[in-house]
C-alpha cells in the first residue's frame, strides 16, 4: 500500500479560517430561484412561498453568506425593480441568459430567505449598465437606518430595520464580452473606485469586493487585475477569483490534479494585489474572494439546445448539472486547497446553491435532494471553523496531460476551538489506498474519534430523486492510536481527532 505522512504542529498555523470561506450563491438564473428556492403551491412551501424542504439542504450545508443576485444577470439589473409592491414590479428581458425576469423575488424576499436559511447576503450592484449612482442608493436603501429618500422608501415597503448587508460586489466579471457594459481595465477600475468610494460613505462598515479577471483564460489576466487595483486599491477589501474546472475528455486523473491550477491563481492573484500594495507604499492588504468556484461542464450542450428552442422563457432549467462522484472528490481538493490559502482566501462562494450547477436539486413536482458535491461541502463549513493549520504531507508524486508533481494525496487540517483537529484528505491514486501517519507531535495523545468516507466504486456514481443516497459519506471505524489512517482509493476523508 501507498504511504503519506503528515505532520501538524499547533504553532504552525496559515491562518484564522474566515467563515464566509464556506459560502455559495443565488443568482437570478435558470431554477436557482423560481421553483428552486421560491415556489409559491409547492406542497412544501412556506407562506412566504419559500420551499421548506430546500431550506432545510441548506440548512445542513451551513451556509454563512450568499451571494445574490448575480453574476452576469446583476450587469442589467436595475435593483429599484426588485422593491415594492409584487405586482407593480416589472418583467424584464435578461440579455445575459436569455430569459424573463419577473422580479416576483427582490430584495426585500430575497433577505427573509437569506435570514431564514441562517445566512448573511453578499450583494451584487450592477457596474455594467448602471454605476456609482444606483450602487450608493441600493447601500442607502439597504442599510441607512431612515430619514432619507431610499431608506424612508424601505421603511415604506415593510422593512422598519435596516437589512445591514455588509459585504458588496462592484459589478461582476467585467471583462468579458459576454458581460452587458464590459469595460477595459482602466474603465473599471475607475468606476469600481467612485462606487466603493461613494457606497463607503454611505456606510462606512461595508466591505467591498473587486472584480479580477473572470478567469486565468482571458487575454488580460494579470494585467487587468495590476491595473485596476492600481485605480481602487484604497476603496477596496478583496478582489474576486473565479475559477471553474470540468472533465470533457474524461480524463480523470489530470481532472483531480486541477487544483494545482487553482493553487498557483490564487498565489499568483496574492502577489499582484501585494505588487499593487507596494507601488502604493501601503500599509493596506487586499485579500481574496473566490466568490465563484465549482466544477461546471455537464449541462454546456443541454443550455445550447434550450437556448433554441425556447427563447425568453422563465424558471428554464439552465446550467443544471448533474455531479457524479469524482466532482465531489474534486471539490473537496478544491475545499482542500482554499483552506491551505485560507491566510488570502477570505470569502468563497459555491457557485451555485440550489438546481444552477448546486449541490441541492429540486424537482418542481417534486421534493428535494443533495448531489455527490453536497457532501464535502457540508462536512467542511460544519467541521472545518477554526485555524487552518500547515500540513507538512510528503507522499509519492506523478504526473498527468496538463500537470506534473502531482501529490497522490492531498490534505488540510482544521484546529478547532474545542482543541480537535480535523483532517480533510483526498487520495487522488484511483486503485491504490494510501496508509496516511499522521504525525501531531505538539497536541500530546490524540485519538482518531471519527472518520468519514465519501467513496464510490464507480467515478461516474450520481444521486437522483430516486435513488439520493448512492453517493454519500460513510463512517468506517476509527483507527487506533499507532495505527495508520486508511484513505481507500478515490476517496474524501474527514478524520476527526481529540484528546
Ligand atoms: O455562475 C454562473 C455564471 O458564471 C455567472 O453568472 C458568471 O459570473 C460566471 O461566468
Known amino acids: 500500500m501507498k504511504q503519506a505522512k503528515l505532520i501538524l504542529d499547533k504553532d504552525y498555523v496559515i491562518s484564522e479560517i474566515d467563515k464566509r470561506l464556506y459560502g455559495s450563491f443565488i443568482e437570478h438564473l435558470g431554477r436557482a430561484v423560481y421553483t428552486g428556492i421560491y415556489q409559491p403551491g409547492h406542497p412544501a412551501a412556506d407562506k412566504l412561498g419559500f420551499r421548506r424542504d430546500v431550506i432545510e439542504l441548506v440548512k445542513q450545508l451551513n451556509v454563512p453568506i450568499v451571494r445574490y443576485p448575480g453574476g452576469n444577470f446583476v450587469s442589467g439589473f436595475n435593483w429599484e425593480d426588485s422593491i415594492g409592491p409584487v405586482a407593480d414590479r416589472p418583467r424584464r428581458l435578461d440579455l445575459a441568459w436569455k430569459t424573463t425576469e419577473t422580479n416576483e423575488v427582490g ?25 456609482p449612482d444606483a450602487a450608493r442608493n441600493v447601500v442607502e436603501y439597504t442599510n441607512h437606518k431612515g430619514g432619507s429618500y431610499w431608506s424612508d422608501l424601505r421603511i415604506k415597503n415593510g422593512a422598519k430595520d435596516p437589512f445591514n448587508i455588509k459585504l458588496w460586489c462592484l459589478g461582476n466579471e467585467m471583462d468579458g464580452p459576454w458581460q452587458m457594459c464590459a469595460k477595459t481595465a482602466t474603465e473599471y477600475g475607475r468606476v469600481a473606485n467612485e462606487a466603493a468610494k461613494m457606497m463607503k460613505w454611505t456606510d462606512d462598515s461595508i ?32 478582489v474576486s477569483l473565479h475559477r471553474y474546472y470540468g472533465n470533457p475528455h474524461n480524463e480523470t486523473e489530470d481532472f483531480l490534479a486541477s487544483t494545482l491550477d487553482l493553487d498557483d491563481f490564487i498565489k499568483t492573484v496574492s502577489s499582484i494585489c501585494d505588487a499593487v500594495k507596494g507601488t502604493r507604499h501601503s500599509k493596506k492588504k487586499v485579500n481574496l474572494s473566490l466568490d465563484e468556484w465549482n466544477v461546471w461542464y455537464h449541462s454546456n450542450q443541454q443550455d445550447q439546445n434550450l437556448y433554441k428552442t425556447e427563447p425568453w422563457g422563465n ?53 428535494a435532494w443533495a448531489q455527490t458535491i453536497f457532501y464535502p461541502v457540508m462536512q467542511a463549513s460544519t467541521l472545518g471553523r477554526g485555524k487552518s493549520l500547515l500540513p507538512q504531507l510528503t507522499c509519492e508524486k506523478f504526473d498527468t496531460k496538463h500537470y506534473t508533481d502531482v501529490p497522490v494525496v492531498d490534505a488540510a487540517a482544521v484546529l478547532q476551538e474545542n482543541g480537535d483537529v480535523v483532517i480533510f484528505a483526498v487520495n487522488r491514486d484511483l486503485k491504490e489506498d494510501v496508509l496516511l501517519d499522521a504525525d501531531l507531535r505538539s497536541f500530546g495523545d490524540m485519538k482518531v474519534i471519527s472518520h ?48
Not at 430584495?107 to 448573511?120: D, P
Not at 466591505?207 to 485605480?231: A, D, H, I, K, N
Not at 450547477?357 to 418542481?364: G, L, R, V, W, Y
Open 107 to 131: 430584495l426585500h424576499e430575497f433577505c427573509a430567505w437569506a435570514k431564514e436559511a441562517g445566512s448573511e447576503v453578499m450583494y451584487a450592484v450592477n457596474l455594467g449598465t448602471r454605476g
Open 207 to 238: 466591505e467591498t469586493v473587486v472584480c479580477g479577471s473572470s478567469g486565468t483564460g482571458m487575454p488580460t489576466f494579470g494585467t487587468w487585475e495590476y491595473q485596476v487595483l492600481t485605480e481602487c486599491y484604497d476603496n477596496v477589501d478583496y
Open 315 to 367: 424558471a428554464l432549467p439552465l446550467l443544471e448539472d448533474i455531479y457524479n462522484f469524482e466532482d465531489a472528490l474534486l471539490v473537496g481538493l478544491m475545499l482542500i486547497t482554499m483552506l491551505k490559502n485560507a491566510d488570502r482566501v477570505k470569502i468563497g462562494c459555491l457557485a451555485q446553491l440550489v438546481n444552477v450547477i448546486a449541490p441541492i436539486m429540486t424537482n418542481k413536482n417534486g421534493g
Open 452 to 499: 468519514s468516507v465519501l467513496h464510490h466504486d464507480d467515478v461516474k456514481a450520481i444521486n437522483t430523486e430516486q435513488n439520493p443516497h448512492e453517493v454519500k459519506p460513510q463512517d468506517v471505524t476509527p483507527e487506533k492510536p499507532g495505527e495508520g489512517i486508511r484513505l481507500p482509493a478515490a476517496s474524501w476523508n474527514v478524520i476527526r481527532l481529540s484528546k
